[in-house]
């Protein structure tokens, strides 16, 4: 089994939260990519205690004036020979927006080079129909839109930006079609479709464009698992940014403007569904891992109705302990990333 880095010489920039307990934002991405190969720097957008799902956190966050002085720091002292940006989570417009000078600068910079710059987009905005940004989030991301390389919105979020609501499939290619040709999106990736509510799976949903940006659409089932988890879209995203690289440089793509394939390639054999089913086998199996460690954990507090819940406040240290027992086991599980089961496979959707 090969030790190598999957990925050639890598630099990433990641923009996103950043929390002292746990696995979210940037906490879980830059580990992840820098465990995987790549060189990470990570300009943080939140700093807190913890993630929000405790219902509780302490800290700050970075104005969108900070955000711009720390990328000038960089910009001075020739920090800034990305690869890739990788961002994520901006907890306003104003920081949304600062966010997207940055990315235009360095695309504008690597102008001359194509494809030596890609910049992934995960646009957090909220999930299962609920908003968890103010509403003028969602016209300042729409205003990267066509400067993005790859998007990563998860079905609501895809709603939102393509303003379809997605419940089948007509609507769903509808949806995709609309960001492809409204905003020049090269690369989609939906990350979570939910069309069939009694299904005991979820949809991963992804396509690349076509010269006249009709879509390439590719579909990839996973199992459910019963668990609420923080930060699987910070993990999906960082997988995605290493194994598309790696799936780019096998393909021979690294100088193609947007790594987009040519028109004669299929769904299934695009660089995206390669990558897609990769991060999936790898991801699939750290949250079954996870599932199985947060069980023990409860069971060995004594369960659903242990102790702790027998005290003042049960309802809130019950809530408390289920959501630090939920923390992804990133750490100990590295190898299931770095070494993935490719079990899913991308399917071709056809219309």
């Known amino acids: 089994m090969s030790t190598d880095p999957p990925v050639p010489e890598t ?5 996103a939260s950043h929390v002292v307990y746990g696995y979210v934002g940037n906490t879980m991405a830059a580990f992840v990519m820098q465990s995987l190969g790549c060189e990470v720097a990570a300009l943080n957008t939140v700093h807190f205690s913890n993630h929000t799902a405790y219902n509780q956190f302490r800290g700050t966050k ?17 920090l800034t020979d990305f690869d890739i940006m990788l961002s994520g989570y901006a907890p306003s417009a104003e920081t949304v927006e600062a966010v997207g000078v940055i990315g235009r600068d360095l695309k504008l910079l690597s102008s001359t080079k194509p494809g030596s710059f890609f910049w992934v987009l995960d646009p957090v905005m909220g999930d299962d129909g609920k908003i968890y940004v103010n509403k003028d989030v969602i016209p300042a991301y729409k205003n990267l839109l066509r400067d993005a390389d790859l998007i990563l919105p998860n079905q609501f979020e895809a709603e939102l930006l393509s303003e379809t609501k997605i419940t089948s499939l007509p609507t769903l290619i509808e949806a995709t079609t ?5 905003h020049r999106i ?15 799976t979820i949809s991963v949903v992804g396509s690349t464009a076509r010269t006249d940006y009709t879509p390439r659409l590719f579909k990839i089932d996973v199992p459910s ?13 960082a997988l995605t940014v290493v194994r598309l690289r790696e799936a780019i440089s096998d393909a021979g793509l690294g100088t193609t403007k947007s790594w987009v394939s040519p028109d004669e390639i299929e769904a299934i054999d695009l660089p995206l569904a390669r990558a897609a089913e990769k991060v999936l ?9 996870t599932k199985r460690a947060m069980d023990g954990i409860l069971e060995g507090m004594g369960g659903p109705l242990g102790t ?34 490719v079990i899913y496979r991308a399917e071709a959707l056809n219309f």
């Open 225 to 237: 698992i019963d668990c609420f988890f923080s930060g699987t879209g910070d993990l999906f995203a």
């Open 308 to 341: 702790l819940e027998k005290e003042k406040d049960g309802a809130k240290r019950l809530h408390l302990r289920r959501t630090k027992a939920a923390e992804v086991k990133v750490v100990r599980n590295l190898n299931d990333l770095r070494n993935p089961d």
């Open 186 to 200: 090269p690369h989609i990736i939906i990350t979570s479709i939910h069309l069939d509510p009694s299904s005991a």
């Open 178 to 182: 609309k960001l492809h040709k409204t």
């Open 11 to 15: 630099r990433v920039l990641a923009i």
């Open 281 to 289: 086998g790898g991801m699939q199996t750290v949250l079954e891992k």
């Open 62 to 78: 970075a104005s969108a004036q900070e955000i711009q002085d720390i990328y000038a720091g960089l910009k001075q002292s020739y």
